[in-house]
């Protein structure tokens, strides 16, 4: 069974899998004691901080491991800001951050501090010279991930750095997803990822933090990994992890290339083989093994469920598989499609067939899903009819409001406009995009007297 979801968490690589159960042999003892058995588990934790700290590009003192990924962001930013108080309260974050970062954010500002929400373009990047205008003398801490995690669109991490290095700023990079394919270029200051990523055991976070870097670590103190990451270290995890990251390291140049070759089929393919898909994030400056697309008419959660029957795993970012009801925050960011939203991220040793397989399936479950939820297959011809109609799709979910426009926009002449009523936070992002993929003209959005949004639509097509 085809399993497409390494974004989510990678399979467990066989170097780390060799290395968990060996070091489970001689790793069990405290590193922090003196006799023979905590000696040689204290020899195990430094070859692996060594092994590590050199896959990221810094010094061994500068790393440390934490539980997870998201403990390493929210230990990073807390000490950050802490440490650099005096300085200011303001923190700076591109708006498609992981939660972690946002979350971290969000405490922040509740606490009384700054947070400044850098935008994104319609690929997912910051542009590097807005984000730069974002730093100011009160800014304590800026946050910019190395690439996303949704649509593996990459960041321009060095000409942040620089201008953080300008603006006298420390930069906190989150290398979670492509920590895996090789180290971060830049000058940054700070940089977490987290094992499972990249196909080390899950519970195994990295924090490095630059020699230079104001830090001071928030909690209790504790004696271990510098008292940044508080408790026993996992050591059979961590040696399996450092192991695994330099595995998949001396295959990342052969395997990103085999990798890219497929997603890009995937990138081709999937337009001409299903009507009416937009491909998301950056076409060229993007991690190799990841492709998302947006599929019209189609509900997410019935989309994921069907293939996942037909054998292949997927995630998506639609708010038709959030228990929220909302898109995710990443595709709002960029203003693209968010319904039947599908995320495609390979594993090491994706073959060419499992790829045409889903490319094989993949118009049929569309077709099927669409044909259920009544989706037209085609704008009608335009029939003498009202200037102006108002469709009513308040209380009904993603994709709903959009197949109901699409529906009706016949049934105006040119120049006449369509009303949809809506109270789905998706149709925000949905109806715009559906405009610009059949050549209709978005007019705008208004409150709505009986609730929700009114959104109108132009004929122009």
Known sequence: MPYFDAASAAPLHPVARQALLASLDEGWADPARLYKEGRRARLLLDAAREAAAEAVGCRPDELVFTPSGTRAVHAGISGSLAGRRRVGNRLVVSAVEHSSVLHTAETHAAAGGAVTEVPVGRTGAVDAEGFAAALDSRTALACLQSANHEVGTEQPVAEVAEACRAADVPLLVDAAQSLGWGPVEGGWSLLTASAHKWGGPAGVGLLAVRKGVRFAPQ???????????????????????????????????????????????????????????????????????????????????????????????????????????????????????????????????????????????????????????????????????????????????????????????????????????????????????????????????????????????????
């Open 219 to 461: 909690g209790p103190s504790d004696e271990r990994e510098s008292g940044r990451a508080p408790g026993f270290e996992n050591l059979p995890a961590i040696v399996a992890a450092a192991a695994s990251l330099r595995a998949v390291r001396a295959e990342a140049v052969t395997e990103g290339a085999r990798m890219q070759a497929l997603v890009d089929r995937i990138r081709a393919r999937v337009p001409e083989l299903v009507p009416d898909v937009e491909v998301v994030g950056a076409p060229v400056r993007r991690l190799p093994h990841l492709v998302t697309f947006s599929c019209l008419y189609v509900d997410g959660e019935t989309l994921l469920h069907e293939l996942d029957r037909e054998g292949f795993s997927v995630s998506s970012g639609s708010s038709c598989t959030s228990s929220t009801l909302t898109p995710s925050h990443v595709l709002r960011a960029m203003g693209v499609l968010s319904e039947g939203n599908v995320r495609v991220s390979l594993p090491a040793g994706t073959t060419a067939e499992d790829v045409d397989r889903f490319l094989d399936v993949l118009p049929g479950v569309v077709a099927g899903v669409r044909e259920r939820l009544g989706a037209p297959a085609a704008t009608p011809v335009a029939a003498p009819g009202p200037d102006s109609l108002v469709v009513d799709a308040l209380g009904r979910r993603c994709p709903i409001p959009v197949i109901e426009l699409a529906k009706v926009i016949g049934d105006v002449p040119v120049g006449g406009t369509v009303t949809v009523l809506a109270d789905d936070a998706a149709a925000r992002l949905d109806i715009p995009a559906w405009c610009e993929m059949r050549g209709q003209e978005y007019v705008g959005e208004s409150p709505s007297e009986g609730g929700g949004v009114a959104y109108v639509v132009r004929r122009v097509t």
